[in-house]
């Protein structure tokens, strides 16, 4: 990501008339590059019953200049950082039409991509880490 040739700046208006009066589209010292990667597999069981195991991987760079991150002064989301995540899903099919599943998700962030998971009221560090588990049915038409 890079700033725009032709910046809009506070007052430029959107499509049917409204006022943008928030924009910040010139803020970037240097290139913001997110890279992502993702694999899985994908098992069948039996006839009824699918397994899949995936990993997912995001990472950015420093995109301040000069850069401010460190452990002293404290991390902002344009600190570099990664996301590492890795689920388990399970899906069992009771009918051609209709199944239900169940899954895990774990995942893992560090540096700029942790920002935006606070630890709790009054305490100044942060999580890095979640556990998101998922059941369901589904009908398909």
Not at 2 to 12: D, E, F, K, R
Not at 118 to 123: A, D, F, I, Q, R
Request: charged share 15%.
């Amino acid at each position: 990501m890079t700033n725009p040739a032709n910046p809009l700046g506070v007052g430029a208006t959107a499509q049917g008339g409204y006022l943008l009066s928030g924009v910040e589209d010139n803020n970037l010292d240097s290139p913001k590059i997110v890279q992502v990667f993702w694999t899985g597999v994908k098992y069948a069981f039996d006839s009824k019953t699918d397994i899949t195991l995936s990993y997912y991987r995001e990472w950015q760079n420093d995109f301040r200049i000069p850069s401010t991150c460190s452990p002293a002064a404290g991390f902002r989301s344009s600190c570099s950082g990664t996301l590492n995540e890795v689920s388990l899903y399970t899906d069992y099919h009771f009918t051609k039409r209709f199944d239900a599943y169940a899954g895990i998700a774990y995942s893992d962030v560090t540096g700029g991509l942790a920002i935006a998971i606070p630890h709790g009221p009054g305490v100044p560090y942060f999580y890095n880490n979640n556990i998101a588990p998922t059941v369901g049915g589904r009908f398909t038409f």
